[in-house]
């Protein structure tokens, strides 16, 4: 066992400030929520070097907000729409079954990762889907396949897949986009990723598998990746290298400190109050300029291609932005809407859906773990909720 100096605090010192709104708390998260890009063998000093601050101090306040839940994980984050299957799933559930089918997404499908209940300030196309989840399954099986299980299982009416065809934005930084002003934007579109699966030799997935877990606090210290190394069965040097190897093939996201951006913390403190879904339907044709038009606006913490079909418009741009006020939400929308306008992109349709309550987990990949799930529930005749 290594020593640890962090994890020790004498009685005579003061409580160590864990509210992401504390100066110090905000510098660090500032950098650790979203601009640690690819892989990082040291992502700890990469964050004391960002922010101005001591490497011991970034690491006692990490742990803190860890261990208050004001952080709640720490981890390599994967893109994962390069490694599986995955998309945007809407789901039709009776009003009273809504709570349950969430909490069972939640709690018993692995490969359900964001879970959130959604709703329309009027009625509009699909308003009546108020169940939405991202999915993810194993690269050899199909996304409905899946569903048909889920909608069994939580008795749903129905459920619209819809996969991306383009990313723009991926990232969260709520910190430092809460001093973001309504039509902000970089210089130039944002560039579409594609979502094109990877192939992974069997180290490469060994590495990547030991690689992805939540971080304990432990682990959040110089050398945070030497006991994956270990379990991985690999020199730290050899992992490290894998690792940078699976960044160029561009399966490896950012390494962040994901806060509770949806519960208050224990005194109260929300990081965000409105989680909102924008929908937007541009000509066909225009959609990879749309998305990259859409992206380049920094208070994206997601943007998509994405085809939502009759049920929903036909919308084919969506995007997501929180924030603590719902009319200065609204204002980041509407500088979107102009923009998309004077660079002359035909809006011809456009929603918000928002988010009320909402459970966010990684989502599982593993065919192993999928095999096993499947055999679980497959004589279940369901409803199970």
Same mark, same amino acid.
């Given at each position: 066992?290594? &020593? +640890? !100096?962090?994890?020790?605090? %004498?009685?005579?010192? #003061? !409580?160590? !400030? %864990?509210?992401? %709104? /504390?100066? %110090?708390?905000? $510098?660090i998260l500032a950098v650790s929520e979203d601009c640690v890009k690819g892989f990082n063998q040291h992502p700890f000093q990469f964050i004391a070097e960002q922010s101005g601050l001591p490497f011991e101090t970034v690491v006692e306040r990490i742990r803190a907000m860890l261990a208050a839940g004001v952080i709640r994980r720490v981890r390599q984050t994967l893109l994962a729409n390069k490694l599986a299957e995955g998309a945007l799933v809407a789901w039709k559930v009776p009003t009273e079954k809504l709570e349950a089918a969430f909490e069972f997404l939640f709690k018993q499908d692995p490969f359900s990762g964001h879970v959130v209940l959604r709703s329309t +300030? $009027? /009625?509009? &196309?699909g308003s009546d889907f108020r169940l939405w989840t991202t999915l993810k399954v194993p690269q050899d099986r199909a996304i409905n396949e899946h569903c048909d299980v889920l909608k069994r299982l939580i008795g749903a009416e129905d459920y619209y897949t819809m996969q991306a065809h383009g990313i723009f934005a991926l990232g969260v930084g709520h910190v430092r986009r809460k001093s973001m002003e309504p039509g902000e934007k970089a210089d130039v579109p944002a560039v579409m990723m594609t979502t094109n699966i990877a192939d992974l030799d069997a180290e490469e997935w060994n590495v990547l598998l030991h690689l992805k877990g939540d971080l304990s606090a432990e682990e959040i210290c110089p050398e945070p990746w030497a006991g994956r190394a270990r379990d991985a069965g690999v020199s730290l040097e050899r992992f490290c290298e894998i690792a940078r190897q699976l960044d160029k093939k561009g399966v490896i996201g950012r390494f962040s400190t994901f806060l509770e951006h949806v519960k208050p913390s224990a005194t109260g403190v929300r990081v965000t109050r409105f989680n909102a879904l924008f929908h937007w339907k541009v000509p066909k044709g225009m959609e990879e300029r749309a998305g990259g038009e859409v992206g380049r606006h920094p208070i994206m913490t997601h943007a998509y291609w994405r085809e939502g079909g009759d049920r929903f418009a036909n919308v084919n741009i969506m995007g997501v932005i929180h924030g603590t006020d719902k009319d200065t939400v609204l204002a980041h929308k509407a500088a979107i809407d102009k923009h998309l306008a004077d660079v002359g992109i035909p809006l011809e349709y456009t929603n918000v859906f928002w988010g009320g309550r909402s459970e966010i987990k990684p989502s599982e990949i593993s065919p192993i773990?999928? @095999? /096993? *799930?499947? #055999? @679980? *529930?497959?004589?279940?005749?369901? !409803?199970?909720i």
């Amino acid at each position: 066992m290594l &020593s +640890d !100096p962090y994890l020790h605090m %004498t009685a005579a010192q #003061a !409580p160590i !400030p %864990t509210e992401h %709104t /504390e100066e %110090t708390n905000a $510098r660090i998260l500032a950098v650790s929520e979203d601009c640690v890009k690819g892989f990082n063998q040291h992502p700890f000093q990469f964050i004391a070097e960002q922010s101005g601050l001591p490497f011991e101090t970034v690491v006692e306040r990490i742990r803190a907000m860890l261990a208050a839940g004001v952080i709640r994980r720490v981890r390599q984050t994967l893109l994962a729409n390069k490694l599986a299957e995955g998309a945007l799933v809407a789901w039709k559930v009776p009003t009273e079954k809504l709570e349950a089918a969430f909490e069972f997404l939640f709690k018993q499908d692995p490969f359900s990762g964001h879970v959130v209940l959604r709703s329309t +300030d $009027r /009625e509009v &196309s699909g308003s009546d889907f108020r169940l939405w989840t991202t999915l993810k399954v194993p690269q050899d099986r199909a996304i409905n396949e899946h569903c048909d299980v889920l909608k069994r299982l939580i008795g749903a009416e129905d459920y619209y897949t819809m996969q991306a065809h383009g990313i723009f934005a991926l990232g969260v930084g709520h910190v430092r986009r809460k001093s973001m002003e309504p039509g902000e934007k970089a210089d130039v579109p944002a560039v579409m990723m594609t979502t094109n699966i990877a192939d992974l030799d069997a180290e490469e997935w060994n590495v990547l598998l030991h690689l992805k877990g939540d971080l304990s606090a432990e682990e959040i210290c110089p050398e945070p990746w030497a006991g994956r190394a270990r379990d991985a069965g690999v020199s730290l040097e050899r992992f490290c290298e894998i690792a940078r190897q699976l960044d160029k093939k561009g399966v490896i996201g950012r390494f962040s400190t994901f806060l509770e951006h949806v519960k208050p913390s224990a005194t109260g403190v929300r990081v965000t109050r409105f989680n909102a879904l924008f929908h937007w339907k541009v000509p066909k044709g225009m959609e990879e300029r749309a998305g990259g038009e859409v992206g380049r606006h920094p208070i994206m913490t997601h943007a998509y291609w994405r085809e939502g079909g009759d049920r929903f418009a036909n919308v084919n741009i969506m995007g997501v932005i929180h924030g603590t006020d719902k009319d200065t939400v609204l204002a980041h929308k509407a500088a979107i809407d102009k923009h998309l306008a004077d660079v002359g992109i035909p809006l011809e349709y456009t929603n918000v859906f928002w988010g009320g309550r909402s459970e966010i987990k990684p989502s599982e990949i593993s065919p192993i773990v999928f @095999k /096993e *799930w499947h #055999a @679980k *529930w497959a004589n279940e005749a369901g !409803p199970v909720i």
